[in-house]
């Protein structure tokens, strides 16, 4: 795989301008232009799948009762996954995730007691309910912004560093936002670096799921879920 580098330079020739020596270290306001659009590729790119390169995975287990826990330091956001938060104990199932501040009112207001629990991602961390109660263990998979090999969320060696994605998608991206940027036919470029994405996303999570209590993906809502 490219590194970075070596993808910004192609992108430079595909535009038409001349690549400078240093990306990092150059003055020109051009290619400053063309690392911003790749800083934004990287972002979308980031956004639109749960990179196994830039996983990340804690486990809450706490000594008291508690119902709060704070996002580490490399948290970027929660996977898109039904099971992203799962109680390995005392019960043995994902944490459903509650998206309405509403319904989570409704729910602690009736002091709702069944056995499923649940969470709310707060500015700082996850609030659940019920409280985990001292010894629960609890995983949560959620993905950095560290988006270079070697578990860093910043581009600092131009010799070296490569993306924990296909490195074309870097330069794919930022033709298509040069060239749409400056009024040119951008659509065939654009349509190549939406392909590529999608193949990188089925290549780097090739697995299947499945389910044996029910259709996956859907949201349990606290007033649905029959009480034992």
Known sequence: MATIKQELDDAAIECG??????????????????????RAVVEDVLDRHDWSGAAGEAT????AETSAWAFPSDYERLQRDVSAVFEVSPNRRPVACVTSDGSWREMVSWGWSGAQ?????????????????????????????????????????????KPVFPSRLIRLGTVARWRKQKGMRYADDSAEYETALARAMVEDAPRRSFSTDGPTGAAVHPMRVPVP
């Not at 301008?17 to 790749?38: E, F, G, H, I």
């Not at 010894?135 to 912004?145: D, F, P, R």
């Open 117 to 161: 629990r649940f969470f709310r991602k707060t500015g700082t961390g996850l609030e659940f309910y019920r409280p985990l109660p001292a010894g629960a263990v609890v995983n949560v998979n959620y993905q950095t912004a560290k988006w270079i090999v070697g578990g860093l969320d910043a581009w600092t060696n131009e010799a070296s560093d």
């Open 17 to 38: 301008l001349t690549a400078p020596a240093s990306w990092l270290s150059t003055s020109d306001a051009t290619a400053a232009q063309v690392v911003s659009m790749m």
């Open 60 to 63: 809450i287990s706490p000594v």
